[in-house]
Structure formats: C-alpha cells, structure tokens
Nanobody, 124 residues
Framework: EVQLVESGGGSVQAGGSLRLSCAASGFSFDGRTLAWFRQAPGDIPLGVSCIRSFDGGTLYLNSVEGRFTISKDNDKNIFYLQMNDLKPEDTGIYFC?????????????????WGQGTQVTVSS
C-alpha cells in the first residue's frame, strides 16, 4: 500500500522551531519530487517546499525562504521539513506529498500521493 505519514507537528511560540517528518511506504523516492504543503483555515493547500529526485534541487515559498529547510533520507524513505523562526502566519495543517513524475514544482495538481496532515500552530 502506498502511504505517507506525517509527524512532528505541535504548538510553539513565535521564533520557535519544529521538524516535521514524513515516512513513506509502498514506493521509492526515485523519480518523484517530494513536497510539503500548508493549509490554513478556509484556504486550499499551498506549496511550501519541494525537493527533486534527479538532482536534489529544492524550491521554497518566498515567505519561508531562509527559515525552512527540506531534506530527505532515501535509505530510510523519510523526508523532513525543518522549520525555524516560526511565525503565526506559518500556522496550518502541513501535508507531505509525492508527485507522479519528478516535476519539481509546488503545483498541487502534480501531486498524487498525500499524507493525512499534521497541525502546526504558532502563537504570537
């Protein structure tokens, strides 16, 4: 069964840090871009960061550039989102996702495998 399971969410004060993990099963990371999306209340999921398979290239939402870092461990089939200097606007449900063709983008429609989400709440 193809599955993604997130962990590591929680509540922190502004300026704090969290590390999200996404454990994959049933498929390999080869040939697939991996990403994190954030869904704020009342909004659709927004791409936060992704990492390509073929060259490890990364992409970030402008508002998280320099604060968030995406990484992956191909041997363990886990990828991560390190979030530092968190701000209240980072609050939302964070979903990990894998695309179908290593497109290297943050377009939601290119991702066909999704986790169940983990809540991140940042208070001021």
């Amino acid at each position: 069964e193809v599955q993604l399971v997130e962990s590591g969410g929680g509540s922190v004060q502004a300026g704090g840090s969290l590390r999200l993990s996404c454990a994959a099963s049933g498929f390999s990371f080869d040939g697939r871009t991996l990403a994190w999306f954030r869904q704020a209340p009342g909004d659709i999921p927004l791409g936060v960061s992704c990492i390509r398979s073929f060259d490890g290239g990364t992409l970030y939402l402008n508002s998280v550039e320099g604060r968030f870092t995406i990484s992956k461990d191909n041997d363990k089939n886990i990828f991560y989102l390190q979030m530092n200097d968190l701000k209240p606007e980072d609050t939302g449900i964070y979903f990990c996702a894998a695309d179908s063709g290593d497109y290297g983008s943050l377009h939601r429609g290119e991702y066909d495998t999704w986790g169940q989400g983990t809540q991140v709440t940042v208070s001021s």
